[in-house]
């Protein structure tokens, strides 16, 4: 870049001598007319404001010349709409530094003969083509550049393109905050919405402005997503607000941020809630254990989602919880501003049902892997092939480092899994189809800066980037997903997808679990931190389960008992069925099993032996014999007694008992039972 600069920057404005402008506008303008042109103007305007700073003293909408809406020639200051090339060339030689406002008010700038002069045309070109390079589209490129570097230069009097940094990009980004609670905003954008409208489209240049400097090394502080504040959000309790955005600052030293905003989001809920319900409570001293009360009554009768629906369990446990948490750690610390008690307990909260986790079905899954095979990007179709082959959380697939796959020394691929919610590490096998997909990725890589890792703070090189920053995980896994259950076909009649992504998740544990794995491996492979998280994938692919209830319900199994019959003939209504497999662990006895359903009553016969319900299978044969043989020395001692009635009593229960291992094709002499505890046909779980 050649420097222009007349003098340096700093202290009052002042105009440039006449020769040196007119010797500029000869240079670049060879048109006599243009040239009379841009001389007249300038004496037009040193005549109207013969100390510049003047014109800085005088009202926006005087140096801006023409107002929003008004017609080609419809000035309110015709010297000052004409004297704009001038002002750029004052700056460019450090006569002068145009203030923020300004140049936010004018709608367009053009500095083509100085970026010229200067070189910056050319260094604005290679940052073009670095933003090209890092996936933004040429044009796009080019107008950002455009308008940002000019707002830049006009303000910090034409600095090298080189020396600009975060805080320039934050200095343009407040004052373009600030001017949108000018009073006179409408007198140039027509109205404050139009200017809401342009201030996000310029916040979104910024950023990505934000992102080739960071990526050119320009930039220390990593570029972030500014979402503009559309509506102003009143203070309803000043005190509570300001123990609440302390505490917000104090759990930001240790929590991530989706905790952070999910923690302040809870505490403004409540004391909005507050504000409604109790006016005259200004302190956090003041809540009450039946003020939370009260406010959990209202989530559970009052409070909605924004389409009206009830909100769900977790939801309102999740709110609650929070807000215990603040009473709680507020507690600790020993704010005197707080209760200074945990207010709610554990007890308190909305329980949790437990479900089982909802894998994925083998036909199901035939179809949606078809689909994810059809997505066009392949940074969807790499992050759904990895969901599906790995069973990783989104978070943990988003942060992928670039080099996170090798291989075992057999040859298999093996997955390096960043810290994540568990705040650990771990290595996996990969299946092929997922690897290749990975090594795909990387070979679209273009050599982007790192980016500070949420978890370690390491600076990491991710798999997962495009345009300088991390794709999202609504267009890695949401979007995505859409598109292939649409193309698969599921979805429900409402058009959503039947399928989210923490479902892959459930089905590699499940598939696990039915392989036979075992119980460490499904935690390794997962990232479980305890067996009982393991434990459910265990549960629902019990080979003992299955054979159990084959041998009761299942075609041609064999059976004695009351009920048998009734199962054999098939006469067992399909909603029976259903009830029975949901509820299988809760029909077993001793001896069999009680199929009585919940409208039938409770059972009423003690010996459950001539239960009309009862039914038994040669599984508990051994039982059945063990039961045998104590019968027979109940009748010994009976008789020593001289107690009849207890002989013929169990003279009955030994027919009977002969009669199941009939019916069962078993023999009286066999194996018994000795510790019921240790057969696998009764622990059993559906």
């Not at 000043?238 to 905790?259: N, S």
């Amino acid at each position: 870049m050649t420097s222009l600069l007349s003098h340096q920057p700093g202290g009052a404005p002042r105009h440039a001598p006449a020769e040196e402008y007119h010797a500029f506008v000869r240079r670049h303008y060879p048109n006599l007319e243009t040239e009379y042109f841009h001389q007249s103007c300038y004496a037009q305007f040193l005549q109207a404001y013969p100390d510049l700073q003047m014109w800085f003293e005088a009202p926006l909408v005087e140096r801006v010349g023409r107002l929003y809406g008004t017609g080609p020639r419809e000035w309110c200051n015709r010297v000052s709409y004409r004297a704009r090339p001038y002002l750029y060339f004052l700056v460019s030689r450090g006569y002068a530094t145009l203030d923020w406002d300004w140049l936010i008010a004018v709608p367009t700038i053009h500095l083509e003969p100085l970026l010229q002069e200067t070189g910056l045309a050319m260094a604005m070109q290679q940052l073009i083509d670095e933003g090209v390079h890092l996936g933004y589209s040429p044009r796009s490129s080019q107008q950002r550049m455009n308008w940002v570097i000019t707002h830049l230069l006009l303000h910090e009097v034409f600095l090298p393109l080189e020396a600009l940094n975060d805080r320039h990009c934050q200095a343009l980004i407040d004052a373009v905050k600030r001017f949108g609670t000018r009073e006179d905003v409408s007198s140039f954008f027509g109205s404050p919405q139009r200017y809401r409208k342009a201030q996000a489209a310029w916040t979104a240049v910024l950023y990505k402005f934000h992102v080739i400097l960071y990526h050119r090394g320009q930039s220390e502080i990593e570029p972030r997503v500014i979402m503009p504040l559309y509506a102003h959000r009143p203070t309803l309790k000043p005190g509570m607000e300001a123990v609440a955005k302390r505490y917000i600052a104090a759990r930001q030293l240790t929590d991530r941020p989706g905790t952070i905003q999910g923690l302040e989001l809870a505490l403004r809920r409540f004391i909005g809630w507050l504000a409604e319900t109790h006016p005259f409570v200004e302190s956090w001293a003041l809540v009450t254990r039946d003020h939370l009360l009260e406010y959990a009554n209202f989530l559970d009768h009052g409070a909605t989602t924004r389409g009206g629906k009830p909100l769900a369990t977790n939801t309102k446990r999740g709110r609650l919880s929070k807000l215990s948490r603040f009473f709680s750690d507020t507690a600790t610390w020993g704010w005197e501003e707080t209760p200074g008690r945990s207010l709610l307990s554990v007890g308190d909260l909305p329980k949790l049902p437990e479900r089982v986790p909802r894998y994925i079905p083998e036909e199901e899954l035939e179809r949606l892997m078809q689909a994810v095979h059809q997505l066009d990007c392949p940074y969807q179709r790499a992050a759904l092939l990895i969901a599906r082959w790995s069973g990783a959380r989104r978070g943990e697939i988003r942060r992928l480092a670039l080099n996170c796959l090798d291989r075992y020394p057999d040859g298999t691929a093996r997955l390096h899994i960043p810290v994540g919610k568990t705040k650990r590490e771990r290595l996996i096998p990969l299946h092929e189809e997922a690897a290749s997909a990975i090594r795909e990725l990387q070979a679209l890589h273009r050599g982007q800066r790192g980016l500070s890792d949420e978890h370690t703070g390491v600076e990491t090189q991710y798999l997962f980037m495009r345009i300088g920053k991390l794709y999202s995980d609504t267009y890695l896994f949401g979007s995505a997903l859409r598109l292939a259950c649409e193309t698969a076909g599921l979805v429900t009649k409402q058009g959503k997808p039947t399928v989210t992504a923490h479902r892959f998740r459930h089905t590699v544990g499940t598939q696990l679990a039915e392989k036979g794995a075992r119980l460490h491996t499904i935690m390794k492979v997962l990232g479980h931190t305890s067996a009982s998280m393991s434990m459910v994938y265990a549960q629902i692919s019990d080979r003992e389960v299955l054979k159990d209830y084959q041998a009761v319900l299942g075609p041609g199994a064999t059976l004695a008992g009351p009920f048998a019959e009734t199962l054999k003939s098939g006469e067992l209504p399909a909603s029976s069925v259903d009830w029975l497999k949901s509820n299988w662990l809760k029909t077993e006895l001793e001896l069999g099993r009680c199929l009585r359903l919940p409208q039938e009553g409770p059972c009423e016969c003690d010996l459950y032996l001539t239960c009309a319900k009862f039914v038994t299978s040669p599984a508990y044969a051994p039982r059945l014999r063990h039961r045998h043989r104590v019968e027979q020395d109940l009748i010994e001692d009976a008789m020593k007694h001289g107690w009849q009635r207890e002989v013929e009593r169990h003279q009955c229960t030994i027919r009977r008992l002969e009669q199941l291992l009939t019916d069962l094709g078993e023999p009286l002499d066999g194996p018994e039972a000795t510790d019921y505890n240790d057969e696998q046909s009764t622990n059993i779980t559906l």
